[in-house]
């Protein structure tokens, strides 16, 4: 399994710029997210999705987009860079049955700098 | 609202030491709590999870007990060795909430030889 697949894993991006990060994974997880993570601090949650065609806003949404059209694709857009966008950006997904948390699998990231 | 604090790094250990993380959490409900390590240019991975008080995650010979009485969760082994020198990470997850997870700040260990 490949589990998480995350493209690119490295981008340069001028300010005003837009890009799209690729999320997909193959474990037919229900759930999944997109954490940011800047140097010294936790992984911050952006947004994240409960299913196919359902999205909501994590604690720093604020120059993000998501859509969820499939169970295996959640890409992330970014509109305007800026340079406070600069960061680490990991997808995640996870399995849920009866209310438990099985935990996360990861992708390997995408390192976003904005010039 | 929730949180999650961890010791801050980096904790410098000769191999074969006994290593603690401090780990405590404030929450509204009774989260699953769980350690995700992070090695160079990796992403995350699940190193162990507890999901009710008085549980026991295990997992490499890392270990960790959730404590409701002192909202703790502490990361311990007994023998570190250089290829645990890594970005540890504990986080919770609230009943309910979609498993949305609240991270730590992260320790950075670092064993020597």
């Known amino acids: 399994n490949a589990g998480v697949t995350q493209t690119p894993k490295f981008r340069i991006l001028k300010i005003g710029q837009s890009m799209t990060l690729q999320c997909t994974q193959d474990?037919?997880?229900?759930?999944m997210y997109w954490y940011r993570q800047d140097p010294g601090m936790g992984l911050k949650l952006i947004y994240y999705?409960?299913?196919?065609?359902?999205?909501d806003k994590g604690e720093v949404p604020n120059g993000y987009n998501v859509s969820r059209s499939t169970t295996e694709d959640f890409p992330l857009r970014l509109e305007l860079a800026a340079p406070s966008q600069t960061s680490v950006y990991f997808c995640?997904?996870?399995?849920?049955?009866?209310?438990?948390?099985?935990?996360?699998?990861f992708g390997s990231g995408t390192r976003l700098t904005v010039v | 609202g929730d949180s999650v604090t961890q010791m801050e790094g980096p904790v410098t250990l000769s191999e074969e030491a006994f290593l603690t993380i401090n780990c405590t959490y404030t929450?509204?409900?009774?989260?699953?709590l769980f350690w995700y390590v992070q090695y160079p240019g990796e992403g995350l991975q699940l190193l162990l999870k507890?999901?009710?008080?008085?549980d026991k995650g295990s997992n490499k010979g890392f270990e960790a007990t959730y404590r409701k009485e002192t909202t703790s969760f502490h990361l311990e082994k007994g023998s570190v060795q250089v290829s645990d020198s890594a970005v540890y990470f504990c986080?919770?997850?609230?009943?309910?909430?979609?498993?949305?997870?609240?991270f730590g700040a992260g320790t950075r260990l670092a064993v020597h030889p």
């Open positions: 995640a997904s996870s399995y849920s049955r009866t209310g438990l948390n099985y935990g996360y699998t």
């Open positions: 474990m037919n997880h229900n759930y």
């Open positions: 999705s409960v299913g196919a065609g359902i999205t």
């Open positions: 929450a509204t409900g009774y989260p699953s």
């Open positions: 507890a999901t009710k008080a008085d």
């Open positions: 986080a919770l997850s609230e009943s309910g909430g979609y498993n949305k997870l609240i």
